[in-house]
């Protein structure tokens, strides 16, 4: 069974930097890119970075800057880094994979995890 775990999110101070986890199992993890995307209750859903199987970077747009991402072979692991947050970054973040062509599909990711919380207080 194809599982992606988003792990440590939080409540953090604007201005202060975070790293999320996913954490991959079930499936040929080098073999697949990881995406990270991020939902505000009642709009939608949208991509920060994805990491190739690789590890090139896709979806980078120059307002997301503050954000890297990396990802470690050996722990089956993809990271986001964010800096420099603010409160409009407050979202649900998933990490999600596209278990059938293994590259950055975007919204059209078919395995997505259960995400993880962030709000940055001003």
């Known amino acids: 069974e194809v599982q992606l775990q988003a792990s440590g999110g939080g409540l953090v101070q604007a201005g202060g930097s975070l790293r999320l986890s996913c954490v991959a199992s079930?499936?040929?993890?080098?073999?697949?890119?990881i995406g990270w995307h991020r939902q505000v209750p009642g709009q939608e859903r949208e991509g920060i970075l994805c990491?190739?199987?690789?590890?090139?970077?896709e979806y980078a747009d120059s307002e997301k800057g503050q954000f890297s991402i990396s990802r470690d072979y050996a722990k089956n692991t993809v990271y986001l880094e964010m800096k420099n947050l603010r409160p409009e970054d407050t979202a649900v973040y998933y990490c999600?994979?596209?278990?059938?062509?293994?590259?950055?599909?975007?919204?059209?990711?078919?395995?997505w995890g259960k995400g993880t919380q962030l709000t940055v207080s001003s």
């Open positions: 079930g499936f040929t993890f080098h073999d697949h890119a």
């Open positions: 990491i190739t199987r690789d590890g090139r970077t």
């Open positions: 999600a994979t596209d278990f059938y062509s293994g590259r950055c599909s975007g919204n059209g990711m078919n395995h």
